[in-house]
Protein backbone atom coordinates (compact mmCIF):
# COMPACT_ATOMS: atom_id res chain seq x y z
CA UNK A 1 0.00 0.00 0.00
CA UNK A 2 1.67 3.28 -1.00
CA UNK A 3 0.92 6.96 -1.98
CA UNK A 4 -3.00 8.03 -2.21
CA UNK A 5 -4.74 4.86 -0.89
CA UNK A 6 -2.26 5.17 1.85
CA UNK A 7 -2.74 8.36 2.38
CA UNK A 8 -6.78 7.75 2.74
CA UNK A 9 -6.34 5.25 5.21
CA UNK A 10 -4.17 7.79 7.32
CA UNK A 11 -6.86 10.54 6.58
CA UNK A 12 -9.87 8.31 7.61
CA UNK A 13 -7.99 7.11 10.90
CA UNK A 14 -6.88 10.49 11.78
CA UNK A 15 -10.39 11.85 11.69
CA UNK A 16 -11.94 8.59 13.42
CA UNK A 17 -9.58 9.20 16.56
CA UNK A 18 -10.67 13.27 16.58
CA UNK A 19 -14.29 11.76 16.66
CA UNK A 20 -13.76 9.24 19.05
CA UNK A 21 -11.63 10.80 21.12
CA UNK A 22 -13.48 13.95 22.43
CA UNK A 23 -16.58 11.37 23.00
CA UNK A 24 -14.16 8.96 25.15
CA UNK A 25 -12.98 11.72 27.33
CA UNK A 26 -16.32 12.67 28.50
CA UNK A 27 -17.12 9.38 29.41
CA UNK A 28 -13.93 8.86 31.29
CA UNK A 29 -14.34 12.17 32.90
CA UNK A 30 -18.26 11.61 33.83
CA UNK A 31 -16.85 8.13 35.95
CA UNK A 32 -15.01 10.23 38.48
CA UNK A 33 -18.04 12.46 39.28
CA UNK A 34 -20.78 9.52 39.20
CA UNK A 35 -18.11 7.11 41.08
CA UNK A 36 -18.12 10.48 43.85
CA UNK A 37 -21.76 10.78 43.61
CA UNK A 38 -22.14 7.03 44.22
CA UNK A 39 -19.93 7.06 47.68
CA UNK A 40 -22.22 9.78 49.03
CA UNK A 41 -25.05 7.39 48.51
CA UNK A 42 -26.74 10.16 45.90
CA UNK A 43 -26.78 9.83 42.14
CA UNK A 44 -27.60 12.79 39.91
CA UNK A 45 -29.38 12.28 36.77
CA UNK A 46 -26.69 11.13 34.19
CA UNK A 47 -25.59 8.33 36.74
CA UNK A 48 -29.62 7.72 37.53
CA UNK A 49 -30.51 7.51 33.13
CA UNK A 50 -26.91 5.22 32.59
CA UNK A 51 -28.30 2.41 35.57
CA UNK A 52 -31.98 2.75 33.86
CA UNK A 53 -30.72 1.61 30.36
CA UNK A 54 -28.40 -0.50 31.26
CA UNK A 55 -30.84 -2.28 33.78
CA UNK A 56 -28.51 -2.23 36.38
CA UNK A 57 -30.76 -1.02 39.33
CA UNK A 58 -33.76 -1.79 41.01
CA UNK A 59 -35.61 1.40 40.71
CA UNK A 60 -37.73 2.04 44.43
CA UNK A 61 -40.36 4.89 44.56
CA UNK A 62 -40.94 6.14 47.75
CA UNK A 63 -43.69 8.24 47.46
CA UNK A 64 -47.16 7.12 48.60
CA UNK A 65 -48.67 3.91 46.75
CA UNK A 66 -51.36 6.38 45.17
CA UNK A 67 -48.59 8.58 43.52
CA UNK A 68 -46.89 5.46 42.29
CA UNK A 69 -49.80 4.12 40.50
CA UNK A 70 -50.53 7.81 38.55
CA UNK A 71 -47.04 8.08 37.69
CA UNK A 72 -44.04 6.89 38.27
CA UNK A 73 -40.53 5.75 36.51
CA UNK A 74 -40.79 2.74 33.99
CA UNK A 75 -40.64 -0.53 35.96
CA UNK A 76 -39.84 1.47 39.51
CA UNK A 77 -41.67 -0.22 42.64
CA UNK A 78 -43.65 0.88 45.01
CA UNK A 79 -42.11 1.06 48.88
CA UNK A 80 -43.34 3.72 50.00
CA UNK A 81 -41.92 5.50 53.19
CA UNK A 82 -45.47 5.97 55.23
CA UNK A 83 -46.34 1.92 54.45
CA UNK A 84 -42.52 0.58 54.32
CA UNK A 85 -43.17 -1.90 57.25
CA UNK A 86 -46.36 -3.50 55.53
CA UNK A 87 -44.90 -3.32 52.26
CA UNK A 88 -41.35 -4.54 52.85
CA UNK A 89 -41.70 -8.41 53.68
CA UNK A 90 -42.57 -8.82 49.96
CA UNK A 91 -40.52 -6.65 48.89
CA UNK A 92 -37.25 -8.67 50.35
CA UNK A 93 -38.85 -11.82 49.39
CA UNK A 94 -38.70 -10.71 44.95
CA UNK A 95 -35.39 -9.02 45.65
CA UNK A 96 -32.29 -10.22 46.81
CA UNK A 97 -30.01 -8.58 49.52
CA UNK A 98 -27.13 -7.52 46.78
CA UNK A 99 -29.25 -5.75 44.68
CA UNK A 100 -28.26 -2.35 43.36
CA UNK A 101 -31.28 -0.36 44.48
CA UNK A 102 -31.65 3.16 43.21
CA UNK A 103 -34.69 5.18 45.28
CA UNK A 104 -36.63 8.56 44.47
CA UNK A 105 -39.19 10.77 45.31
CA UNK A 106 -40.85 13.83 43.90
CA UNK A 107 -37.89 16.34 44.03
CA UNK A 108 -34.82 17.14 45.66
CA UNK A 109 -36.44 18.21 48.80
CA UNK A 110 -38.33 15.03 49.77
CA UNK A 111 -37.04 12.95 52.10
CA UNK A 112 -38.98 10.25 51.73
CA UNK A 113 -36.38 8.70 49.31
CA UNK A 114 -33.56 9.34 52.03
CA UNK A 115 -36.06 7.59 54.57
CA UNK A 116 -36.58 4.37 52.76
CA UNK A 117 -32.96 4.64 51.94
CA UNK A 118 -31.34 4.32 55.32
CA UNK A 119 -34.62 1.98 56.38
CA UNK A 120 -33.51 -0.55 53.60
CA UNK A 121 -29.34 -0.55 54.82
CA UNK A 122 -31.39 -0.94 58.19
CA UNK A 123 -32.92 -3.95 56.65
CA UNK A 124 -29.36 -5.88 54.80
CA UNK A 125 -29.38 -3.82 51.75
CA UNK A 126 -26.16 -2.47 51.43
CA UNK A 127 -25.78 -1.44 47.73
CA UNK A 128 -28.78 1.44 48.37
CA UNK A 129 -28.52 4.63 46.43
CA UNK A 130 -30.88 7.82 46.39
CA UNK A 131 -31.54 9.39 42.98
CA UNK A 132 -31.92 13.34 44.60
CA UNK A 133 -33.33 14.55 41.31
CA UNK A 134 -36.94 12.74 41.81
CA UNK A 135 -39.87 12.49 39.85
CA UNK A 136 -39.62 15.76 39.40
CA UNK A 137 -36.07 16.02 37.47
CA UNK A 138 -36.92 13.05 35.52
CA UNK A 139 -39.70 14.06 33.93
CA UNK A 140 -38.30 17.05 32.97
CA UNK A 141 -35.86 15.36 30.62
CA UNK A 142 -38.50 13.13 29.16
CA UNK A 143 -37.27 10.20 30.38
CA UNK A 144 -39.24 7.01 30.65
CA UNK A 145 -42.45 6.73 32.78
CA UNK A 146 -45.50 5.51 33.66
CA UNK A 147 -48.52 4.83 35.51
Not at 46 to 55: N, R
Not at 94 to 102: A, G, M, Q, S
Request: hydrophobic share 40%; glycine share 6%; with cysteine.
Amino acid sequence: MSGKPLRRTLIASVLLISIVSPLALQLHAATPVAIAKDESGELNLSATKALFDTHSACFVDARSEYAYHKLHIKGARSLSDSRFDEQFPEFRQKLPIETLIVVYCSEPSCAKARHVAKKLRKNGYKNVRVYSGGLVEWAHAGFPMEG
